[in-house]
């Protein structure tokens, strides 16, 4: 019988793996610094990689702004075959918004945000 997955579990391992490429630190270095399991950073490493290649891949590549359009990242948009729109973020936070259309009014709202 398969354990069911915990969400909080995956985006603590999407959050540290995000802190860890963006210190600029081995991956050994990291896990002393941050006491964490070695062994626990790599299987999660191949666990997310897993589970990532697992989801579809969008129909279309998703369009990508120039520097001078945007100094913001952008991350991948991936259309779920039951439409649900996932947006998972560097942090490694995922973002479902139910529904196209949904999903094109959360990007509408996004473009005309002043931060």
């Known amino acids: 019988m398969r354990r069911q997955r915990d969400p909080r579990l995956e985006q603590f391992w999407r959050r540290t793996m995000a802190r860890w490429k963006s210190s600029g630190l081995s991956i ?3 896990c002393l610094q941050q006491s964490i399991s070695e062994a626990n950073f790599h299987a999660w490493r191949r666990e997310l990689a897993k589970r990532d290649s697992e989801r579809p891949a ?5 369009p990508r702004l120039s520097a001078e359009q945007s100094s913001l990242p952008l991350v991948p948009l991936r259309i779920m075959p039951d439409t649900v729109i996932e947006v998972v973020l560097p942090t490694g936070v995922i973002v479902r918004v139910p529904g196209v259309e949904t999903a094109a009014q959360l990007i509408a709202a996004l473009e005309t945000a002043t931060c």
């Open 28 to 30: 050994r270095s990291y």
């Open 58 to 62: 969008t129909s279309k590549p998703v």
